[in-house]
């Protein structure tokens, strides 16, 4: 008797062992230094920030559940802050990121730790400055897998390879923002785009610095492509090669072949790559889509091609790469039929179903603007703004919107954010552009306070003022059910009966179509400050954002904690 009773509390042990291993999750620690790097880049050496030394940063991989801990020491001549692109950041939105959103800076010659646990997610996301242009060079990819004793839901792959979009300018990017800033015009263009920090053989004094992929023939590789560009939407080919499309911004998708893949700024994309050509090398390769139309002209765009090289094992070095055909520049179509083409894994890990209750509904436009020039500033008026329902964001100055919101401080935002424009008018019509007035919009600081676990579903809608744009929305601390987009002015008579409520992919970014819309559904389950705003960074700084302000829930789990100790302080 007594023998079957310690076998049975063994058993018992035993289980519990098994189960808590099964769940066992770790600590994961990185220290960041943020310097100066000089590198030589399109015949010039000059000087940029970086992580650690190196351009782009180093790469971040976490197992679902980890507790990430980043100490961030800036030593470059800027404020800082990092933004952990895509991550939910469950009670810790101190750790978000966005400078004045959810923190001050750090400022030169000061550290902050982020400390966050990374749950309910897996897959593909990356880590960017949140501040100023500092993002085109301080960035890294975030790669998040399953527990152990979980899998993907395809096909173990025979290695993972981060892809990095990245663009570059040959200049100071934050002298890039800030002569935009002072003229009131658009941000100079890029130099280059960039794979993995390299331009490629297209661009001068480069035919040295391409990125290079050596792989086995008749093996599957997992591509992370991650768009880290500022301000470009990159179509990407592999010449010969199919790709699959397996999960989207960490959230797993139904299995997508493609020729082409085409991502918006702050995108991930997935793809399985399965070397099955003959032995030989293939460009990889990435171009602007470009859609910005001003008065009925295309709006300059850096019309160039990065290119990287796939070489198989036992290739002749002296083989010249097979080059893809990529799509031209404004090759909408392709573009809508990769947007639109994507749907949600139904039962894969952490998927979740649209939820059918909406308790927030807005309509919401999109587009630029102009404001009026500063008086005694060199300005050659009006300036180039950008706005939400006419309404043209502001950041707060002395303490950061969540500080406020926390603390209860008043007289740094209001609650009245517009759930529809001002009048209604053609959205898509060029016409608007007669109407001097409608082309200003007023500069403030406007959010939308929401109930703990409320459903929002917001109509993102492009307007044709100053001319279409594709916008890349990008909602932190969530991701959203695309329920449907599509072109000209959103129907709630016709176009609601498109909306997917079944198998949506499940995003964090929505590119709503170059003049056109797109619906997004999410529950609010994450109390905090969290941003919403345009990842084009010529648009961010302009006032293309709003942010929502998520009230606690009813439970210790459901309630934001206070500020770490070492959150930096604003100057006063």
Request: hydrophobic share 40%; charged share 15%.
């Amino acid at each position: 008797m007594k023998m079957g009773r310690h076998v049975f509390l063994f058993a018992c042990s035993f289980l519990l062992f098994a189960a808590s291993a099964a769940s066992a999750t770790g600590i994961v620690e990185h220290t960041f230094y943020v310097k100066n790097l000089t590198i030589s880049r399109l015949c010039k050496r000059h000087v940029i920030t970086a992580v650690n030394g190196s351009y782009p940063g180093p790469t971040i991989r976490v197992q679902e559940g980890d507790t990430l801990i980043v100490h961030v020491i800036n030593l470059s001549p800027y404020n800082m802050t990092i933004h952990w692109h895509g991550v939910f950041q469950i009670l810790s939105n101190w750790a978000d990121g966005p400078s004045m959103i959810t923190q001050c800076p750090i400022q030169p010659g000061s550290k902050y730790t982020y400390k966050f646990t990374v749950t309910k997610q897996v897959g593909t996301l990356w880590w960017h400055a949140h501040v100023s242009f500092l993002r085109a060079t301080v960035y890294g990819a975030l790669i998040i897998r399953p527990r152990d004793g979980h899998s993907y839901p395809f096909p173990k792959p025979y290695r993972e390879v981060p892809v990095l979009l990245g663009e570059l300018w040959n200049a100071n990017v934050v002298d890039v923002q800030r002569l935009a800033a002072a003229t009131g015009a658009s941000p100079n263009l890029s130099d280059a785009f960039t794979i993995n920090g390299w331009p490629g053989d297209l661009y001068p004094c480069s035919k040295q610095q391409m990125y290079e992929l050596t792989v086995l023939q008749g093996k599957t590789y997992l591509l992370r492509i991650i768009n880290a560009a500022l301000n470009s939407q990159l179509f990407y080919k592999i010449a010969n090669h199919k790709l699959t499309v397996v999960a989207v911004d960490s959230s797993y998708t139904e299995p997508y072949i493609t020729d082409v893949v085409v991502a918006a700024p702050g995108q991930t994309v997935d793809v399985l790559l399965t070397t099955d050509q003959s032995v030989g090398s293939y460009y990889m390769a990435a171009r602007p889509y470009a859609t910005a139309v001003v008065g009925g002209a295309l709006v300059p765009f850096a019309n160039t091609t990065t290119r990287g090289v796939l070489i198989y094992d036992g290739c002749p070095s002296q083989a010249t790469p097979l080059m893809p055909a990529l799509p031209a520049f404004n090759d909408t179509p392709t573009a809508n039929k990769f947007y639109s083409g994507l749907k949600a894994l139904v039962g894969a890990p952490f998927w979740v179903p649209v939820p059918r209750k909406v308790d927030h509904e807005m309509f919401v436009t999109i587009g630029l603007a102009l404001a009026p020039c500063p008086a005694n500033t060199s300005c050659n008026g009006p300036k180039l703004s950008a706005s939400m329902n006419n309404e043209s964001f502001v950041e707060p100055t002395g303490i950061s919107l969540l500080q406020a919101f926390y603390q209860n401080v008043k007289g740094v935002y209001t609650t009245d954010f517009p759930v529809k424009p001002p009048i209604k008018f053609d959205y898509t019509n060029d016409t608007v552009n007669n109407n001097l007035p409608m082309l200003f919009a007023p500069k403030s600081t406007k959010v939308t306070e929401l109930k703990f676990n409320s459903t929002v579903e917001i109509i993102f809608q492009n307007t044709n003022i100053l001319g279409p744009e594709n916008h890349p929305m990008h909602l932190h601390g969530f991701d959203f059910h695309i329920l449907a987009q599509g072109f000209g002015n959103y129907s709630p008579i016709t176009d609601r009966k498109k909306f997917n409520l079944i198998n949506p992919q499940i995003r964090n970014t929505v590119a709503v179509p170059v003049g056109g819309w797109a619906v997004i559904r999410f529950v609010a389950n994450n109390p905090g400050v969290w941003i919403l705003h345009c990842h084009l960074d010529a648009h961010l700084p302009v006032g293309l954002a709003t942010a929502f302000l998520v009230e606690n829930g009813p439970t210790p789990e459901t309630i934001l904690p206070p500020p770490p100790a070492d959150l930096p302080q604003c100057w006063r």
